[in-house]
């Protein structure tokens, strides 16, 4: 998810309650919801390409309480260096390391949701997950994230009962609009691959993604061990298949050669789902199905179509090699 989304569900648990537990507990929300995402900076000083390491090792179990005490860390110091005004909540380590690993592991799991996948169990498994369910940025989140916050802070300020309970309420919601999402995706995808059987084919992966916006229509995607397709799912009109298929072409030969030969192509395949190999241009290219022409769908709107980048998620095969 976009880090205004992290930031408004960290926001949102210490609004729950939890900012009460310790001093910077509401801030050690907020930063423990964005903390998985500082491995933005490790392709600055490993040699790693940031597709294959975003999502992996900050965002796994493994990382989850280091990101969590690395935060409680910094708020320990800020606390030395500026001390707590008479009255105030005290700073207390253990209840504020509690509350924020909480919030780090919100992290992951609203990444979970997206498309993009998220490695668990990264460095010891590369197995990506993804429960294929909201759009990277949501502006449902947005609304219910917000007004929960809200509207918890303005009950504070009048010195109301029961601070956290609309923040509460506004957890629960959106529970209930993320199980929803998750249902639907599932549903659309059991679909998906029941037509394709029908049809004489085995499908090896189907992936439901929402587009933006329109967070109850789903783009599809489907391929076999040989060939890819893509279609449609909507309420009212179901599944709609698009006739043409296509083949995954990953036996190119300049493919191949470029696997062997190119990190950057090897670190796309790492985290890559359904690789494909397409002609852009009469240039070879890999890039995912789930991100090849996404932005084509009719949901969204020309002016994001316009100034979307149309290379996203695409290396050319054609170029130099890297080591």
């Known amino acids: 998810m976009d880090n205004l989304t992290h930031s408004l569900a960290g926001a949102l648990l210490g609004q729950m309650g939890l900012k009460r537990a310790s001093r910077f507990a509401l801030a050690g929300c907020i930063l423990g919801a964005n903390a998985p995402d500082i491995d ?7 040699p790693v390409d940031y597709i294959a390491f975003h999502r992996g090792p900050t965002h796994a179990l493994f990382g989850l309480p280091v990101m969590a005490a690395g935060t409680v860390a910094l708020l320990w110091l800020v606390d030395r260096l500026k001390p707590a005004k008479p009255g105030t909540t005290p700073f207390r380590a253990w209840p504020l390391f509690l509350v924020t690993l909480l919030a780090v592991i919100s992290h992951p799991f609203l990444d979970w949701l997206t498309t993009y996948a998220v490695a668990f169990f990264a460095p010891l498994g590369d197995r990506w997950y993804s429960a294929n369910a909201i759009f990277i940025i949501d502006w449902v989140y947005w609304i219910i994230l917000g007004l929960g916050i809200w509207l918890s802070v303005r009950r504070g300020k009048r010195g109301g009962a029961h601070t956290g309970r609309p923040a509460q309420i506004a957890g629960g919601i959106l529970l209930l609009y993320i199980a929803a999402n998750v249902a639907w995706s599932a549903h659309a995808e059991r679909t998906l691959a029941a037509a394709l059987r029908q049809r004489g084919i085995q499908p090896r992966l189907a992936v439901a993604s929402p587009p933006p916006f329109a967070f109850w229509n789903r783009t599809m995607a489907w391929r076999s061990d040989s060939i890819w397709g893509s279609g449609n799912f909507a309420p009212g009109t179901g599944l709609s298949l698009n006739p043409e298929t296509r083949p995954l072409n990953l036996d190119d030969t300049r493919f191949l050669r470029a696997r062997a030969t190119s990190r950057q192509v090897r670190s796309f395949l790492y985290w890559s789902r359904m690789p494909i190999v397409v002609e ?9 199905q789930r991100y090849y022409r996404a932005l084509d769908d009719k949901s969204v709107p020309a002016a994001i179509r316009r100034r979307a980048p149309s290379a996203s998620f695409q290396i050319p095969l054609d170029l130099p090699s890297e080591p």
């Open 280 to 288: 852009v241009a009469g240039r070879p290219v890999l890039t995912d």
């Open 40 to 46: 933005f900076i490790v392709p600055f000083f490993l």
